[in-house]
């Protein structure tokens, strides 16, 4: 059984950062595509960050430049660096899985996802 668990959310002030983890377990880590994706109240869920078992990454056009994906896949971990954090980038993060090793921004790429943690950003 495949499970995703992220940590690392929290309130901050816009401007600052945040770094989320997600620890993966019960799957073959290594060749499988990652992602990052956020849901805030009245709006659809999108892709934030995806990132492929090589460490190439693709991002939203709207976290460019301030938002980082890694993975350590010795420890079967990806990451979410967020800097100059707005509050728009409040909202509910969820780690994502796939099934293959190709990293998109669309959530039917994802077979398995993890439970959330929140990101508070106030003006």
């Known amino acids: 059984q495949v499970q995703l668990v992220e940590s690392g959310g929290g309130s901050v002030q816009a401007g600052g950062s945040l770094r989320l983890s997600c620890v993966v377990s019960?799957?073959?880590?290594?060749?499988?595509?990652m992602a990052w994706f956020r849901q805030s109240p009245g709006k659809e869920r999108e892709g934030v960050a995806g990132?492929?078992?090589?460490?190439?990454?693709q991002y939203a056009d709207s976290v460019k430049g301030r938002f980082t994906a890694s993975r350590d896949n010795a420890k079967n971990t990806v990451y979410l660096q967020m800097d100059n954090l707005e509050p728009e980038d409040s909202g509910t993060y969820y780690c994502?899985?796939?099934?293959?090793?190709?990293?998109?921004?669309?959530?039917?790429?994802?077979?398995?996802w993890g439970q959330g943690t929140q990101v508070t950003v106030s003006s």
């Open positions: 990132i492929d078992s090589d460490g190439t990454a």
């Open positions: 994502a899985a796939g099934d293959y090793d190709l990293a998109t921004l669309f959530d039917v790429t994802y077979s398995y």
């Open positions: 019960g799957k073959i880590y290594r060749t499988f595509a």
